[in-house]
């Protein structure tokens, strides 16, 4: 199992911006796949975006891209999302996870590993 830790969060106006990033502790983090997903009140979890092991490859949700960008560090152990002209809809609870395998998905469902989440809020 990985242990994965959010940090980052926090409050910022529309149009800020923010850095989540994702400490891995555990075991090998550096050959498998990861992603970000975030949960706003009321609404199901849903997929913002995910990397493949290299980080070579990523796919984002039509409502992030071109704002937020994932990367990862193998060498640190880190994931990084970075979230540029943020809005009020993209406030939520900011998950990582960890795919048993090489390439990005985006089904949570397929996730193995999570982090406890960090909130993003995005004021008007």
């Known amino acids: 199992q990985v242990q994965l830790v959010e940090s980052g969060g926090g409050l910022v106006q529309a149009g800020g911006s923010l850095r989540l990033s994702c400490a891995a502790s555990?075991?090998?983090?550096?050959?498998?796949?990861m992603g970000w997903f975030r949960q706003a009140p009321g609404k199901e979890r849903e997929f913002v975006a995910a990397i493949d092991w290299s980080g070579g490859t990523s796919y984002y949700a039509d409502s992030v891209k071109g704002r937020f960008t994932i990367s990862r560090d193998n060498a640190k152990r880190t994931m990084h999302l970075q979230m540029n002209s943020l809005k009020p809809e993209d406030t939520a609870v900011y998950y990582c996870a960890l795919n048993y395998g090489r390439l990005p998905i985006r089904e949570s469902k397929e996730y193995d590993d999570w982090g406890q989440g960090t909130q993003v809020t995005v004021s008007s």
């Open positions: 555990g075991r090998t983090f550096s050959i498998y796949a």
